[in-house]
């Protein structure tokens, strides 16, 4: 069965780096879009990017446009999440997940979702 794990979350200071990674166990070359979602704790899960299974297209929320970028690894089958010039705001449990009708940014359009990395952004 496959699983998409992320690894990569931690406690880092503001203005600092992180680098979020999800792989997909099970299975070695990946078709499918793929998403990075975050949820802060009291709020609703929120879209922060996505990207096209072959890595041509990506999507930003305007909240971390021009800080994070997605990416996917040669294979496919893992998508990474560089976090640069990070604020007390970005803090949250990140999620990554599939999506086999095309990646969006609404959390129903997205069918396999990974267990979550907290990330930390404090002084």
């Known amino acids: 069965q496959v699983q998409l794990v992320e690894s990569g979350g931690g406690l880092v200071q503001p203005g600092g780096s992180l680098r979020l990674s999800c792989a997909a166990s099970?299975?070695?070359?990946?078709?499918?879009?793929m998403g990075w979602f975050r949820q802060a704790p009291g709020k609703e899960r929120e879209f922060v990017a996505a990207?096209?299974?072959?890595?041509?297209?990506?999507y930003y929320a305007d909240s971390v446009k021009g800080r994070f970028t997605i990416s996917r690894g040669y294979a496919k089958n893992t998508v990474y999440l560089q976090m640069n010039s990070l604020k007390p705001e970005d803090t949250a449990v990140y999620y990554c997940a599939e999506s086999t009708v095309g990646a969006g940014t609404k959390p129903y359009e997205y069918d396999r979702w990974g267990q979550g990395t907290q990330v930390t952004v404090s002084s």
């Open positions: 099970g299975r070695t070359v990946s078709t499918y879009d």
């Open positions: 990207i096209s299974w072959g890595g041509g297209t990506t």
